[in-house]
């Protein structure tokens, strides 16, 4: 499932999703070539406010911060990617803010391995 500004995402034609993908792209979506995910990934581009003064635990504010995948990514399964996250080219099952290109990491309970 894709919701919120259809106008944000880009998937080039190259990659695809699998069942069970749920995307919010209204803070903008971009998804390169080869792009190959496992089932479950669920991908934000928009977060709240959480820090606000306004109110607790966040106000009506809406943060949209770009989600971008670079070409050649695998994604395992049930990965979820953050607002404002950018997936380096070839990297597997993402559990970091950034990974340069090539890198491969392993599940977010182990270490960046040595490659990167």
Known sequence: MI??????????PTSHLKSNTFIECSGGVTIGRYFHPGRGLT???VNHAYDSEKAIP???????????????????GNVFIIPGVTVGEGP??????????????????AETLPEC
């Open 58 to 76: 966040y106000d009506e504010t809406v943060l949209e911060k770009p989600v971008h995948i670079e070409d050649f990514v695998w994604c395992g």
């Open 3 to 12: 919701a919120g500004d259809l106008s944000k995402f880009k998937l080039d």
């Open 92 to 109: 597997l099952s993402p559990p970091a803010r950034w990974l340069p290109r090539m890198c491969r990491r392993a599940p977010s309970w």
């Open 43 to 45: 991908i934000w581009s």
